[in-house]
């Protein structure tokens, strides 16, 4: 059975930083692309970050472009996500989810939530 | 970036009677398109991918269809289960791309 558990969300300060982190189980990890997706309150969803199986490929949407980096450890079967320079909108929950490389998101976590505030 | 725009914001439909969902691209996806439904306090769930092909578990009456950039959901008989909001993803392009979502709600 598929788990992926996020974790390391919490309120953090405008222009600080924040790791999160996806523990995968249940399923070949190294073989399978890693995205992290948000949601921010009340909102719709909004795709941030893809890393592929082998970690030789990564693209991220234009807005966490510089400031975000994916990352992933394949012999501890963890995704991560590092965030400087957070902003208020960056406020979200944070989902990992897994596909075929470049296919749709077959399964996803519950979610961490990062709140970005003063 | 390609922009994915869903029609109607809100369904209000009675159970038991059929759905309809858009989703248009801005540009052409091919078939590399994607449905998710995501419930109150839920992840969201696959549904479609392949425009048309319904993810394991999925129940027959989710059916996708279209191709290039005119896309559509259809719940045939709606069950009380289904009341939900529903997105469509584009994954033909970097970066990955969701509609802004159709909630389905009772009528």
């Known amino acids: 059975q598929v788990q992926l558990v996020e974790s390391g969300g919490g309120v953090v300060q405008p222009g600080r930083s924040l790791r999160v982190s996806c523990a995968a189980s249940g399923f070949t990890f190294s073989n399978h692309g890693m995205h992290w997706v948000r949601q921010a309150p009340g909102k719709g969803l909004e795709w941030v970050a893809v890393?592929?199986?082998?970690?030789?490929?990564?693209y991220y949407t234009d807005s966490v472009k510089g400031r975000f980096t994916i990352s992933r450890d394949n012999s501890k079967n963890t995704l991560y996500l590092q965030m400087n320079s957070l902003r208020a909108e960056d406020t979200a929950l944070y989902y990992c989810?897994?596909?075929?490389?470049?296919?749709?998101?077959?399964?996803w976590g519950q979610g961490t939530l990062v709140t970005v505030s003063s | 970036e390609i922009v994915m725009t869903q029609s109607p914001a809100t369904l209000s439909v009675s159970p038991g009677e059929r759905a309809t969902l858009s989703c248009r691209a801005s540009?052409?996806?091919?078939?590399?398109l994607a449905w998710y439904q995501q419930k109150p306090g839920q992840a969201p769930r696959l549904l479609i991918h392949g425009a048309s092909t319904r993810a394991t578990g999925i129940p027959a009456r989710f059916s996708g269809s279209g191709s290039g950039a005119e896309f559509t959901l259809t719940i045939s008989s709606l069950q009380s289960e289904d009341f939900a909001v529903y997105y469509c993803?584009?994954?033909?392009?970097?970066?990955?791309?969701f509609g802004q979502g159709t909630r389905v709600e009772i009528k």
């Open positions: 989810a897994s596909s075929e490389e470049d296919g749709p998101l077959e399964s």
């Open positions: 890393i592929w199986s082998d970690g030789s490929n990564k």
């Open positions: 540009q052409s996806v091919s078939s590399n």
């Open positions: 993803q584009q994954y033909n392009n970097w970066p990955q791309t």
